[in-house]
């Protein structure tokens, strides 16, 4: 007894040093981290020089959360840039006499949509008016890079690059012969002619009326894209580079270079530390740097210095990535999540009105009728609720749009989608080639369905498919409603047709062009909000605090993540990082067959309008290694 007592006391014992240490250990990790954000604010940064733009990823309108595990092993993946963050930087700088010039780096940049480009193109045009430079430089620009860089005094491109505009649209990816030699089957419920995410999973190939609306999509955004560039850089001679760029080419000895500056693509061709001096002759040298080395003020802490400003009673909502169901970490818009935001709104009595920011291809109909009626709640208490679009809004994105008593978009805004499908996988052919069969009984026809072991019945069909009807109707109902439309008439333009902003104004499913700025000011109109009252508020999901810890004590954030990102600087390497995604998007697409909500108001086609999703380390390694999985059983 006296033994046991002794062992129980030693257990004891060290279980206490464990946790003073682990304590002590916590709290030097904090106080180290205090420091480092402390220096990361202030120390090493000049009063006055270049703002300093490392765009190393995409520019998103909500960055999203890092979990834990990501955290703590320091792989957080390539930076996400806060599109309001950045624009307000920019357009902070315009006014600021310590900024003299404005710099963009946009090696690695992986884009951010037509409707984001052109917000921050304006911001970087108001520093031009107000006499300051702006530059970039970059080894390879691409559709959304080259229409950043336009917007700039000076376009730099390194002696080795390449301007690789090439223009919106490109293959699709269809899955059906896969499906097919696994032994699977996909049960497709749907409503609506043009309702193509579907498609993917039941044919070989685009069909003629995904493509008849595809085409349209396509030559609208482009001809937006070719205007914003042309207001831009008039003596960029874009058209007549794509026209023929291997005689261009061969003219120029294969020089991609020396091709885009004499197509007035480009100012001046010249490596970083060319480029470092010519900004330094701008802006002021660094002053312990050498050669090439400029006076920087990064982007982030110059956000840091100039928060956003408080007081304001317009309440911004932010429904932006996949709409899913239940909670989830920004990034994603989970219906549960955006509810407790709307709701807390409501609760705050400093909140005169709502604006909601809509950048989503939409995702789980539930979520996104969660999200709607939120919204109404907020509406029957007399708040007025103005919508405003960003990249795309389509489908589940449409669908919570419908609460708003007036919706801004922008000529190249993705919207509509007006339709609803379901999705179900079964596998009864796939285990009967392994020797897994099954049999049973049952008390009614729906007993045990959905089968996805022995096969859907026909009854469960006709189930599923009423469902999908039912919704769609409901769709239908909501939007003719909310647009003073007849239901036929919606019907008519809905049937999962996606449409871009300018032709969406045109029939009546968006009210005004405008941005974000332009929604805030209809809704602090609407509610008599004058002054600093009439400023916008953000209501963004809480950021896990102890994963944003994790993530400081591996080493500065930014550097972090640049080390992660692996940035391609060559147009060779930039075709492989492309296909990286494609692969990616293989495992994510077949994913979705058997994960998350079966009953989806989506638009899987939109996606290839907004930028990719960021993915960690942990996370490619998963979704290869479900590839190569997938790949092994064929």
């Not at 009546?508 to 009439?534: H, I, P, Y």
């Not at 909500?597 to 930028?611: N, Q």
Request: aromatic share 6%; glycine share 12%; with cysteine.
């Amino acid at each position: 007894m006296v033994g046991f007592i002794k062992s129980a006391w030693k257990l004891l014992v060290a279980i206490k040093d464990g946790l003073v240490l682990l304590l002590l250990l916590l709290f030097f990790a904090m106080l180290y981290t205090g420091i480092r954000m402390a220096r990361g604010a202030d120390g090493g940064i000049p009063a006055s020089g270049a703002l300093y733009l490392t765009l190393d990823g995409p520019i998103v309108e909500q960055p999203r959360d890092i979990d834990r595990l990501s955290a703590l092993s320091g792989d957080t993946g390539a930076a996400e840039h806060r599109l309001r963050d950045v624009v307000r930087a920019i357009e902070t700088a315009a006014g600021d006499s310590a900024i003299k010039a404005v710099v963009l780096d946009l090696d690695g940049f992986d884009g951010g949509g037509q409707v984001a480009m052109e917000r921050v193109g304006a911001a970087l045009d108001k520093v031009r008016a107000a006499g300051k430079p702006v530059l970039t430089h970059a080894s390879f620009y691409d559709d959304d890079g080259y229409q950043l860089a336009a917007h700039a005094s000076e376009v730099w491109l390194s002696p080795l690059g390449m301007v690789g505009v090439t223009g919106p649209g490109g293959s699709n990816l269809y899955y059906k012969g896969l499906i097919d030699k696994l032994g699977a089957k996909a049960h497709v419920y749907r409503v609506g002619t043009y309702k193509s995410a579907v498609e993917p999973f039941i044919r070989t190939d685009q069909s003629p009326e995904a493509r008849a609306a595809s085409e349209a999509l396509v030559k609208s955004i482009w001809a937006n894209w070719l205007a914003d560039v042309g207001k831009a850089r008039p003596k960029a001679k874009v058209s007549a580079y794509l026209a023929d760029p291997v005689a261009l080419l061969r003219a120029h000895s294969g020089d991609a270079a020396r091709v885009a500056q004499a197509s007035g693509l480009v100012d001046k061709l010249g490596d970083k530390l060319a480029f470092g001096k010519r900004v330094a002759d701008l802006a002021g040298e660094a002053q312990d740097g050498g050669p090439g080395d400029f006076a920087a003020i990064p982007l982030g802490n110059y956000i840091r210095h100039h928060g956003e400003p408080g007081g304001g009673k317009v309440g911004i909502i932010t429904v932006a990535g996949e709409i899913v169901d239940g909670e989830a970490l920004a990034g994603r818009a989970g219906g549960t999540t955006i509810a407790y935001l709307i709701r807390d709104a409501l609760a705050d009595g400093n909140v005169a009105a709502l604006v909601l920011r809509v950048d989503s291809p939409g995702g789980s109909a539930a979520a996104a009728e969660e999200i709607r009626s939120a919204l109404a709640e907020a509406k029957g208490r007399g708040l007025p609720i103005i919508v405003s679009m960003s990249n795309v809004a389509a489908s589940g994105g449409y669908w919570v749009s419908t609460a708003g008593d007036m919706i801004f978009a922008e000529p190249a805004t993705i919207t509509g989608s007006i339709g609803v499908f379901g999705i179900l996988p079964s596998f009864e052919e796939t285990l009967a080639k392994i020797g897994v069969t099954s049999d049973g009984v049952k008390a009614t026809a729906l007993s045990g369905e959905p089968d996805v072991v022995g096969g859907v019945s026909p009854a469960f069909d006709q189930l599923a498919q009423a469902s999908v009807e039912d919704i769609y109707g409901k769709f239908i109902g909501l939007v003719a409603g909310a647009r003073k439309l007849s239901p036929q008439r919606v019907d008519e333009i809905g049937q999962g047709r996606v449409w871009d902003g300018g032709t969406a104004h045109q029939l009546k499913l968006v009210d005004r062009f405008g941005g974000l700025e332009d929604a805030v000011a209809e809704a602090a109109r609407r509610a008599g909000l004058e002054g600093s009252a009439a400023q916008a508020r953000y209501f963004d999901p809480k950021p896990d605090a102890w994963a944003q810890f994790l993530a400081a004590l591996t080493g500065d954030e930014a550097d972090a993540r640049a080390r992660t990102n692996g940035a391609p600087h060559d147009w060779l390497s930039h075709a492989a990082h492309r296909q990286e995604q494609v692969a990616m998007r293989v495992v994510t697409d077949l994913r979705g067959l058997v994960e998350g909500a079966s009953i989806r108001a989506d638009c899987l086609e939109c996606r290839a309008f907004a930028p990719s999703p960021v993915a960690t380390q942990r996370e490619k390694a998963g979704w290869f290694g479900a590839l190569l999985q997938w790949a092994s059983k064929r």
